[in-house]
């Protein structure tokens, strides 16, 4: 036999999500490779998505979430794991990086011939007054979640700003852990990823907790309140006085290493890759939270920092070192994601339409309402899902799921139909698995189908609000009694409870436009199509009025 | 203007899924259409999943079953609703039918223009001795389970004969009720038409319930027993005696009319239709249990008794006779089905294993094990998953799916990755919804095309099982604790903990191929790359011993 050929060295920066699953996947393709994996801070491949769950209590075992050592990646993976040391400078022509170590400073050089680079993204903290102040905390490792840990148990009320989907997790974590809860977002309503009606079970969920919100205001500056607490100015001018704040504005990429060693850079400083992960530097690939990726929808440059799509492009950078002809391209992102607000969950996948009107593009939506498994079956929960499509070719764009149970299901049957490339003619088809306890006949997804089927064709013409024109007859078809308990806005809606429409029909002006209103948009559908086809120019409220108000609360108002 | 044309006469026969989902879409499409439901039984559109579960109690009402009446058919669809009514004979040339009132005997006739048959299925009832016993039950339609139910509360002990899916349902659904149950199966395993590896968690949890599984035994006849009790006689030789008992052997379409009617039939009788339910008679058109339509897999006839399929084909007949050119062709049908047993769920999307083998068709299969949600957050349950695909491109056939949580997701994500044509490849990209309550960062189903593309690329070759030849080298590479509580049955197997096998590999044989077994196949994976790249011939087991054991009881053998 020859001699073997010298061990490839591939050298890995950042051990969490992208960084650990390359180096996994390198080891179980060439045992041989020297494979080094180096992390800034103390902890490697920890659970950096369960971190508010600890803070919270509902994960009572901090060891659950540090997934693997050092000692376990070199018995496991026979990785040479360097931890609490940073990567300070990368040679691209010696193709060697420059390592430091945290505690002692002292530093060395390192070779390699395939060099990854999982930075990761890091909590933004903007230039405000006082943002200094050390009771202000971001998220972002274990250190982090030991700091907020022992805050929390100290403190009476905590301030979150930013109610996107980590700064949802962790006001409910604190409201968990017994603390009063405010949550500040910018924009006027919670999960600002969302369409705006789409949120709103989720805020009526958080006013239950006793949570209190504070929308369409955002943080100004930060300063000692006369109590010796911290005090969150913000720039509606409200302070809110607070034992301390956790910042939940977003990440921005760790790429000032990736800059110094003049890589090719989005406009928001990510790092460019190609399919396969590839920097503009052919030995340098990047994965995770620091790259830019291509949007499954629009073919755009994109940046998604998700723990999935972070695995799966860790792992196809080590793939690509070591099996390019095999190796597949990374298919775009949708950008999935999912929260649960104690009893509520909502979520998205693909675009939605805020998105698609500020991108200019061309699109129809509809709303749903159904139960999460047959109404018959004891336990149905409510669930809404918006569904957005191309009206060119009916493909999906988009959508977003909320309610109290089986969220998670649609959204993944949506992202999975959406990267299928499928219709809105598919939905209507799709055979999903039906018993009582689980779904019904015809689930919710395949009720988007057929309605979004219906509106292409003609058969109903959604609106997404009752325009505020008194020429338009705004017909309630709800049971008197629904109406009581919820009035519509409007004093000169003309109930007709939809049993008794069609012999009613004749109260109503044909010369008028007829907007039809239920509950969930399912009967007012009905009566479009009755009052279509007796010669009414008629629109239908998608969605009804569910969005409006807690299902479960029906008769009372949103909580002060 | 002109006169209005004549109203389209549509009639319907049976009123229960298929016809009654006809009958909505028609009147929605058509206000003026005289649209006549017929229904032999006295009840319409009641909601047949649900009846088990009022038997055993867990819907504890009735009226709940009864989605709809003649009188609320009348109001919301304006339909000539006859209930307790029979259709005796079709007159295709005069296109009409004969009625019979099934309580006075008298009869009438009926014009269509259109005609649409969802008569539906009749339970097999095997023409055995005694097969007319009073104690014998099958369960169809609201009497059916009127009848059980008063019988139930009567019963000490029930035998249910089937262990499909209704017959798990049913076994269930006594047991809930606190009867002792014996469940009877001609295959050697419960719900036959699942690989009888995936049914192991199922017969576990029916035998931790106490429900006793007599499996691999038909039943025979049926006779008074000497205590005056029911005798159910099997093929063995066995007796089981009980107070009464519910066969639950599957169905066959109940087209004795389309029989006489001259209607073109499948060879076991179901009637055949285009993709539009348009039977070999351009004016009728037939849904439901009743049919044959296309295997979306295969495309060959099948016939799936299924009521979401049953509900989307009356839809298209309807959309069919009045929007010829918009209506869409039916997909064809996956067979996507799941059940509930207490904790246990097991359901499939697409083909077996044993199909395909009886098909004779080429396939790859793998199964995986992980938890259904990130294993540090609290209540994380197993999940198995077996994945068919084809080699030569890589689409996806068939799955299945057991274990105590997120079984429907999954089922669900499948079912709509087969109508989307996507493969083992698309599966390791899906960008599912992640959050630490709802998934994980790799999903199982990612997993699963994980797993399948290292198949396809011959990075690991799995077995399904140990191959009974002392020559292979068995290496068990779970902890050793884990080998003393669920030992091998190979007593030759080498104990080599995989944090281990790098340094212990010298002691294997290099000239004997080795099989790597673990807990869940996941280990065994990395033990076969690291044996492999050692130059050894090695498979791994597929699943791991998962398959073998409760993961609940991990010590104990199952209740006798």
């Known amino acids: 036999m020859s001699a073997s050929p010298a061990p490839l060295r591939i050298v890995i920066v950042g051990g969490v999500a992208a960084g650990a699953s390359a180096a996994a996947r390198a080891r179980r393709l060439d045992e041989s490779a020297a494979i080094t994996l180096i992390e800034r801070g103390p902890d490697v491949s920890f659970a950096n998505c369960g971190l508010p769950y600890f803070i919270g209590g509902e994960i009572g075992d901090r060891a659950a979430l540090a997934v693997q050592t050092p000692a376990s990646l070199k018995q496991l993976l026979n990785l040479d794991v360097r931890t609490s040391t940073a990567v300070t400078a990368i040679d691209r022509a010696a193709r060697q990086v420059t390592l430091q170590h945290v505690t002692d400073g002292a530093t060395e050089t390192l070779a390699y011939d395939k060099l990854i680079l999982a930075p990761g993204a890091q909590p933004l903290r903007p230039p405000l007054p006082g943002i200094d102040d050390a009771r202000l905390f971001s998220l972002r490792n274990l250190g982090d979640m030991d700091r907020i840990k022992a805050a929390t148990t100290a403190a009476a009320h905590v301030t979150v700003i930013g109610a996107g989907f980590i700064g949802l997790e962790m006001a409910e974590q604190f409201r968990h852990a017994g603390k009063d809860v405010t949550l500040v977002e910018l924009q006027p309503h919670v999960l600002p990823l ?56 977003g990440v921005r990429p760790d790429t000032a290493l990736a800059a110094a060693a003049g890589l090719e850079l989005g406009p928001r400083g990510h790092i460019k890759v190609d399919t396969f992960m590839r920097t503009s530097d052919p030995a340098i690939y990047a994965a995770g939270d620091a790259i830019e990726v291509e ?71 509809v709303t749903v309402n159904d139960n ?23 493909r999906i764009l988009g959508a977003q799921v909320t309610g109290l149970a089986g969220v998670d299901k649609r959204l993944d049957v949506l992202a999975t139909a959406i990267m299928g490339g499928l219709t809105i003619d598919d939905l209507a088809q799709l055979e999903l698995a039906y018993a009582p306890p689980f779904g019904s006949a015809k ?4 009720l988007a189908g057929f309605t979004a089927v219906n509106t292409r064709d003609g058969l109903v013409t959604p609106v997404d609000h009752i325009p505020d024109d008194p020429a338009i007859q705004v017909v309630d078809v709800r049971p008197p009694p629904l109406v009581a308990a919820h009035p519509l806005p409007r004093a000169d809606a003309i109930n007709i409870p939809f049993g008794q429409l069609r012999s009613r029909a004749g109260e109503l002006d044909t010369t008028r436009l007829v907007v039809t ?44």
């Not at 239950?208 to 100015?233: K, N, P, Y």
Request: proline content about 7%.
């Open 194 to 249: 969302l369409d705006p009606a789409m949120t709103r079970l989720m805020e009526d969920e958080l006013r239950r907790h006793d949570i209190e919100l504070v929308l369409g205001d955002g943080i100004a500056s930060f300063a000692d309140a006369a109590d010796g607490r911290l005090a969150c100015q913000l720039a509606s001018g409200r302070t809110v006085t607070t034992d301390f704040a956790v910042l939940a504005l």
């Open 295 to 365: 949007d499954f929808v629009s073919g755009d440059p994109c940046a998604v920092p998700l723990g999935g799509p972070a695995n799966r492009q860790g792992r196809l950078a080590a793939d690509h070192i070591l099996r390019p002809v095999e190796a597949k391209p990374f298919a775009g992102v949708l950008g999935t994601a999912i929260v649960r607000v104690f009893d509520v969950s909502a979520g998205l996948t693909g675009w939605t339409e805020q998105r698609l009107q500020r991108a200019g593009r061309d699109y129809r939506a």
């Open 372 to 394: 999460h498994h047959a109404a018959y079956y004891p336990g149905a929960k409510p669930l809404q899902l918006k569904l957005l499509w191309e009206p060119v070719n009916g």
């Open 443 to 446: 689930d919710i997804v395949n």
């Open 517 to 560: 209103v239920c509950a969930l948009g399912k009967t007012s559908y009905f009566a479009a199509r009755v009052l279509a086809q007796k010669g009414f120019d008629v629109r239908s409220l998608t969605g009804g009025i569910r969005a409006h108000f807690d299902p479960r609360t029906p008769a009372k108002p949103p909580a002060p």
